[in-house]
């Protein structure tokens, strides 16, 4: 790729990719959260908030990267991966302050997830055997299982195989776009048992798979690899404005429910 498209430093994608998360956020929880019980949230959306909420999936592709990224340029992975835990754990409060009256109290953030991938990545480089290796990434995908932890295993495979792969763009892509479809399919499969699988579902569904694919142009199209003006500053803002952007989504919410 002509590095003239790689335009991006790390701040800039991980400020556009926060930008994008709250909007969609907003309109997302905002909805589900004055909707209980509701199964489509975007069935009740104008239009333009349902594009936005949707854009919101460029995030989780940046954060992937980034996790990926960590590992092989962080001077110690275990203060990384232990840093990771204690974000996950004070995101989990806002978590559910805000999606216990509709999801109940079995849910995990993303954070788990990416802290999760990172443990896979370590795994997978460790000097233990490859049968071992290999067992002890299942078992990092089961444990977002388990808690029920946004993107679950897809987010630990997307890790994983950003790493593997980063050297190797074609079989990255490759490998990329197969997650991402088994992902959808998978959701569409469930939205066909259930009788929900229609035009809008259709729709919202191929605009779940462009944002994410949108998300890996990005990163691999525009982004530089370089750190920006303020690295120390963008990485904790990104670690205290994840928990907080909850709490933000959660005020507006009792601001709108006492007007």
């Known amino acids: 790729m002509n590095g003239r498209s790689k335009i991006f430093d790390r701040e800039t994608v991980k400020y556009t990719a926060l930008f994008f998360m709250f909007w969609g956020h907003l309109f997302a929880w905002l909805t589900i959260m004055r909707n209980p019980g509701i199964s489509d ?10 594009l936005l909420s949707h854009a919101s999936l460029i995030c989780p592709p940046v954060m992937f990267f980034f996790i990926a990224d960590g590992y092989k340029y962080t001077r110690d992975r275990r203060k990384y991966a232990f840093r990771l835990l204690i974000f996950a754990c004070i995101t989990q409060i806002p978590d559910w302050i805000v999606f216990v ?20 990545v370590m ?4 000097s233990l055997k490859k049968p071992l290796r290999v067992l002890l990434v299942v078992l990092c995908c ?3 299982l388990a808690l029920s932890a946004d993107w679950e295993i897809f987010g630990v495979l997307f890790i994983l195989f950003i790493h593997i792969f980063r050297d190797r763009p074609k079989a990255r892509l490759i ?3 197969v997650i991402a479809c088994v992902w959808k399919g998978i959701a569409v499969v469930w939205q066909v048992i259930g009788g929900t699988f ?14 994410v694919m949108l998300g890996y142009v990005v990163m691999t199209v525009f982004y530089n690899g370089k750190k920006g003006k303020h690295p120390v500053f963008s990485k904790w803002f990104f670690y205290i404005f994840y928990p907080v952007h909850y709490l933000i989504i959660y005020a507006v919410k009792i601001c709108l429910d006492n007007i």
């Open 41 to 50: 949230p975007y069935s009740v959306m104008p239009l333009w908030q349902n």
């Open 101 to 120: 009256p509709s999801l109940g109290w079995w849910t995990a953030n993303v954070m788990f997830t990416l802290l999760a991938g990172l443990l896979a």
């Open 123 to 126: 795994a997978w480089e460790s």
């Open 142 to 144: 089961l444990g977002t």
């Open 175 to 177: 490998s990329y776009t």
């Open 198 to 211: 229609d035009g809008a579902a259709i729709f919202n569904d191929s605009l779940d798979l462009a944002f």
